[in-house]
Nanobody, 119 residues
Framework: QVQLVESGGGLVQPGGSLRLSCAAS????????MTWYRQAPGKLRELVAA???????NYADSVKGRFTISRDNAKNTVYLQMNSLKPEDTAVYYC?????????????WGQGTQVTVSS
């Protein structure tokens, strides 16, 4: 199993930047992919970005060109660099990992970190 702890959220003005971190309690070297989700009040949780063990990244259309996901396996940490933030980016952001344990896979989530984009 793995524990995930997000950090780096806060209040930022439109056009600003924020970097979220997801610290894992164990090696993430073999976790493929690591992902970021977000959920705004009254809306479904949506996939924001994913990164494979090899570093290949995919993004939701709404954040392409603005967000960058990365991973530092040596630090057991995944990052989400968020630039050109918009009010519609306001949400709780969650880190997610699917981990193989024996013959089964388990879905792990962090507690979330609040991102508020407002003037």
């Amino acid at each position: 199993q793995v524990q995930l702890v997000e950090s780096g959220g806060g209040l930022v003005q439109p056009g600003g930047s924020l970097r979220l971190s997801c610290a894992a309690s164990r090696s993430i070297f073999s976790i493929d992919p690591m992902t970021w989700y977000r959920q705004a009040p009254g809306k479904l949780r949506e996939l924001v970005a994913a990164i494979t063990s090899g570093g290949a990244a995919n993004y939701a259309d709404s954040v392409k060109g603005r967000f960058t996901i990365s991973r530092d396996n040596a630090k057991n940490t995944v990052y989400l660099q968020m630039n050109s933030l918009k009010p519609e980016d306001t949400a709780v952001y969650y880190c997610n990992a699917v981990v193989a344990e024996g013959s089964r896979s388990y879905d792990y989530w962090g507690q979330g970190t609040q991102v508020t984009v407002s003037s």
